[in-house]
């Protein structure tokens, strides 16, 4: 047998070594990749949210397009004027296509959500997680970022392209100049819906190890607990117990926000009749709003807590 000789080339390893490796930001991406490598749910998920933003603009380009042809008096005020009254304020539009995309978003990110820490524990990921140096903390993070994503791209971005179409398509800039207030009003409600959702979503998630029955769960805490509560409200005729719907403490602060109700909740109380008997103090509402995402927090972490145990 003849002898031979291994001879190898060692490099000296140049990049920094990081003590505390950004392990959220990488956990993140990673479910944002994910999610987007099977094409069809992603196009039936996030198509309808870009549609609805570019009605929105389009929407938006006219109304001040009308707005101007009315102003120069060129003959066809009376279809125009008419046309604009169908528009209604750009204001109004901007907040009632927000409300468009917020049924939108919650599919994408319960879609989306659900799956993320039950499969873990189905595939038994965690064993490998928690094998490394990461706090059930930083865990979550990385999660909740993943699920932040998806709310950003199907609500946060497309209210803020109606926006910025808005901007645009005013003369002198006078959307911002006059209404700055309905651009700071959209992203702080979207940031708090994206938080809220997203964390009540990924508590769901770690409840279980089957995507489909965490899936059925978001539904039913979200749709089958506000149709109960507006039964309870509607037979007691106490408003009270939309306190305890997650759809109803956060309409009750879009429309505080925004100074109007959504274009469902117009809809539902006129079919209904109903209307101020489910008006509720808006600390009332953000007060229930805080004690539900607590609760999701306790929840989340308890779960995770003991899936780093048995790791």
């Not at 959220?24 to 490598?37: L, N, V």
């Not at 998630?205 to 607990?225: A, D, G, M, P, T």
Request: hydrophobic share 50%.
């Amino acid at each position: 047998m003849k002898a031979t000789t291994h001879t190898e080339l060692y490099r000296a390893y140049e990049d920094p070594l990081h003590p505390r490796p950004p392990v959220e930001r990488i956990m993140a991406w990673s479910g944002i990749r994910q999610g987007f490598r099977k094409k069809l749910p992603a196009l039936s998920f996030f198509g309808p949210s870009v549609i609805v933003a570019l009605v929105g603009c389009v929407w938006v380009h006219l109304s001040f397009s009308l707005k101007g042809m009315l102003k120069d008096g060129d003959g066809s005020d009376a279809v125009a004027a008419t046309i604009q009254q169908v528009l209604g304020n750009v204001s109004s539009t901007i907040y009632q296509f927000m409300q468009t995309e917020q049924f939108f978003a919650f599919l994408t990110v319960a879609w989306y959500g659900s799956r993320l820490i039950a499969d873990d524990r189905r595939l038994s990921a965690n064993l490998l997680y928690f094998a490394r140096p990461i706090t059930p903390i930083r865990y979550i993070l990385g999660k909740l970022g993943t699920v932040g994503a998806f709310g950003v791209f199907t609500l946060l971005a497309p209210a803020l392209l109606i926006c910025v179409q808005a901007a645009f398509s005013s003369p002198d800039w006078v959307f911002l100049t006059d209404n700055f207030g309905v651009v700071i009003a959209v992203v702080g409600y979207c940031l708090l819906w994206i938080f809220v959702m997203s964390s009540v979503i990924l508590a769901i998630s770690s409840c279980f190890k089957r995507r489909s029955l965490s899936l059925v769960c978001c539904f039913i805490v979200l749709f089958l607990s506000h149709g109960i509560t507006q039964v309870l409200s509607e037979a007691t005729d106490k408003g009270y117990y939309g306190l305890l719907s997650l759809m109803s403490n956060l309409q009750s602060i879009s429309k505080w926000l925004f100074h109007e109700s959504s274009l469902i909740t117009n809809m539902a109380n006129r079919r209904t009749g109903m209307g101020s008997r489910f008006d509720v103090d808006i600390t009332h509402s953000f007060l229930a709003l805080g004690v539900m995402t607590l609760i999701a927090w306790i929840i989340l972490y308890r779960n995770v807590k003991r899936m780093e145990v048995i790791s």
